[in-house]
């Protein structure tokens, strides 16, 4: 074999290797491919510097392989020696201008500027422009320039070359603008418009944007003004119960939760969108000099696949931290609670981890298969990459239900560290392969400023109300309340008690139960009722009935603004704070601004234990009929929110089960339109959830509407 021929042979194949590996610099660009970003544009002048860049100048500098020759592959062209040698500029500008005579003269002055001597921001210029190379050339070149043998002359390159050179960079530029964006191209690029792709419709894009769209979109139909019996049945059919089963808030084996049906129609949207554009608008063209014709159609489709899942999974990331944060900007535009995004944030995390690890996996592959494992896994960008997929991995099974309810506090330190981990390697796996010239950072950056600008929300909610001071008091052996004084708010609160635990990030969310602190002396009075078995307590319209009512003895003085919480102590954090009667307290409020029930003339709420204060704030201000079932596990805290109940009927249950299909049938069966409000326990609310749905599917102009208030999700749940 002559030595001209085994160097064309040992060039092609290190081509190959390092269209593989992929590992390439160059300016930075601005957007994403697409948009902002072309790769190859004009794709005929790139095609012509392909084919030539390949060759050995007679600037180049020489790797000697043996005594007696020296080897194309072996020589390294610096960015100075393809900006000053002859031949390769009058070749280039010879080639170009007879590929690209669609192109505007002033686009490929651009390109000659820009891209002779290569890709990098601080390169040497051309020592002629392009119209002054070519208009150099007097007489046509005539021999040919077969890929990567000697240039040393002005010559012509090849239809062959230059078309399977065409092929591999057109193709894969429409490969990448699909992974970024979504179109259907069915044809390979043209030689006539020299393009990749030049009518690019929303991929990763639309992924983002109809994950982001939808929610509003749907929430947005709230407005218009359909009767109200066809939403409730709607909802009974459609939205409301759990997708299979009668359990959504309780966990099926102590291991998940079953989403409600309107969930899972969006969790179904979600997989499949990701399914069909993981799956969609491959193509392959030969000749193709990234993949030879002899089996390279199927390394290149496997290879997009590979690249499409990276891509996916990087949108998928953003929409991860955007389902995740409790300043969500979808919770302000949307009706969709914090519980539902976050089982959102589940689902996409999930997914997103499942394409990285697909796009690993593939790689890892490809080189196990062309025997470059060894090398490229030593290099950053594929280290970086394991440590983002690696954690990915390793944050699926450590968020399961079990260990989140188990070991929250260790969960929570535990899912921060390796979310920053993921982010971090993902970005360095991309600077390390591309630099920035691609924009694949740009999903990074997004999922960052999604991140940062949740936490910095937090930090102005607590800095804007400062240190305050919380007073606890026992209400039984179960409950205590918290006052917390100069704090206003509504919804709920995230408190921090930075003095209970080193972890000073610790917090938790409560329900705010009044806005006003009252300056009085208020004793509970001794509670008037038959006896500590007895099941059901009684009615009262003003809170000052006789047997089972809710009495105590007031004597204010003033009135102050703060809020007001109750508690139910446990383990942890509720536990310490009994020991307590006042220490400092960082209030993060406020979250979760009530729904307007005002158009449904009658408001029953069903209440479980210290689910009462989720209740208060629509009691108080319910302009129609308001009633209150509150089941409690001791008449302590039944006394002590006595003053705040009067004005609402209320029928207590202490020790004891309250009947909740009795309690809806005969309160719904009024054929009045209600709205029915939960807040307790998980299996109350299944069960409120359960029967409500139901009515509504048997009963023709139902009129129902149900709002669950529960923080189960946002601590232990989903």
């Known amino acids: 074999m002559s030595g001209s021929k085994l160097s064309i042979i040992l060039a092609a194949c290190l081509h190959s290797v390092l269209v593989l590996s992929m590992v390439s610099s160059g300016r930075d660009g601005h957007g994403l491919i697409g948009y902002g970003i072309s790769m190859y544009k004009p794709l005929c ?15 180049s500098e020489h790797m000697h392989m043996s005594d007696d020759m020296h080897m194309g592959m072996g020589a390294s062209t610096s960015p100075e020696c393809f900006a000053t040698d002859d031949a390769f500029l009058s070749s280039l500008a010879y080639c170009i201008s007879t590929h690209c005579r669609n192109v505007a003269v002033w686009e490929l002055e651009k390109y000659w500027t820009m891209n002779v001597a290569g890709k990098q921001p601080d390169q040497p210029l051309p020592k ?3 119209q002054q190379t070519l208009a150099k050339i007097t007489v ?48 390979a690029p043209s030689r006539a418009n020299n393009r990749a792709d030049s009518s690019p419709t929303l991929y990763s894009i639309v992924l983002v944007v109809s994950g982001s769209a939808i929610p509003v979109a749907f929430s947005l139909l709230r407005l218009i003004p359909f009767p109200t019996s066809y939403v409730t049945k709607f909802n009974a059919w459609i939205l409301d119960p759990p997708a299979f089963g009668s359990r959504h808030k309780t966990p099926v084996a102590g291991l998940f939760h079953v989403p409600t049906r309107g969930q899972a129609l969006f969790v179904f949207y979600l997989i499949a969108v990701n399914v069909i554009l993981s799956a969609a608008g491959f193509s392959s063209v030969q000749p193709n000099s990234w993949y030879p014709s002899a089996g390279g159609s199927d390394g290149e489709i496997v290879s997009y696949l590979s690249n499409r899942f990276g891509v996916l999974s990087f949108a998928n990331l953003v929409l991860l931290f955007l389902y995740a944060g409790r300043n969500n900007v979808l919770l302000w535009l949307t ?123 937090r930090l102005l909610r607590l800095a804007r109300n400062g240190i305050k001071t919380a007073q606890v008091t026992m209400i039984d052996d179960d409950y205590i309340r918290v006052n917390i004084e100069g704090v206003s708010g509504s919804g709920h609160a995230y408190l921090y008690f930075p003095t209970l635990t080193w972890r000073v990030w610790e917090n938790h969310p409560f329900s705010v139960a009044s806005t006003v602190l009252a300056a009085s002396d208020t004793r509970p009075s001794k509670p008037r009722y038959g006896g500590p078995d007895e099941e059901k307590l009684g009615s009262s319209t003003d809170g000052s009935s006789d047997s089972g009512s809710l009495e105590r003895r007031r004597h204010p003085v003033s009135a102050k603004i703060g809020l007001t919480f109750l508690l139910r102590t446990r ?48 009691l108080r201000a319910h302009p129609g009929v308001a009633k209150l079932f509150w089941g409690a596990r001791g008449q302590g805290i039944i006394d002590a929110m006595a003053p705040d109940l009067r004005g609402v009927e209320v029928e207590t249950f202490v020790a004891g089960r309250m009947r909740i299909p009795e309690v809806l049938h005969k309160e719904l069966g009024q054929g009045v339109k209600t709205a029915v409000l939960v807040s307790g326990p998980s299996e109350m609310a299944d069960e409120v959830r359960c029967v409500i749905s139901a009515l509504g599917r048997q009963i023709e102009g139902f009129e129902v509407k149900l709002v669950e208030e529960a923080f189960t999700h946002l601590i232990r749940s989903h």
């Open 45 to 59: 002048a790139y095609t012509c510097r392909d084919v030539l860049s390949s060759s050995t100048l007679d600037c």
């Open 128 to 130: 002629a422009t392009y």
């Open 140 to 187: 046509a070149p005539k021999d040919t320039l077969i890929k990567s043998e000697d240039l040393n002359r002005t010559m012509v390159v090849s239809d062959e070359d230059y078309q399977s050179s065409f092929n591999a960079q057109g193709l894969f530029e429409k490969m990448e603008r699909r992974h970024e964006t979504y179109g259907y191209v069915p044809s």
């Open 335 to 457: 009706n969709w609670s914090h519980g539902t995004f976050l089982l959102m944030h589940r689902w996409v995390a999930w997914i997103a981890a499942l394409q990285a690890i697909l796009h690993s996996a593939i790689y890892l592959h490809i080189y196990l298969h062309n025997d470059t494992h060894a090398s490229e896994s030593k290099l950053p960008y594929w280290i970086w990459g394991i440590v983002g997929t690696l954690c990915m991995s390793i944050l699926l099974p450590s968020s399961i239900l079990p260990v989140r309810a188990r070991m929250y506090e260790f969960f929570l330190a535990w899912h921060a560290l390796l979310s920053i981990f993921v982010l971090v390697g993902c970005y360095w796996h991309i600077l390390a392969r591309f630099s920035r010239q691609w924009g694949y950072e740009n999903w990074i950056y997004a999922a960052i400023a999604l991140w940062a600008f949740d936490r910095a929300m």
């Open 571 to 618: 383990s942890g954090l509720t536990k310490q704070l009994r020991q307590h009667v006042s220490l400092p307290v960082l209030v993060e409020s406020a979250y979760g601004p009530r729904e307007d029930l005002s158009g449904y003339p009658v408001l029953v709420c069903i209440a479980g234990g210290v689910g009462i204060t989720a209740c208060l704030p629509y």
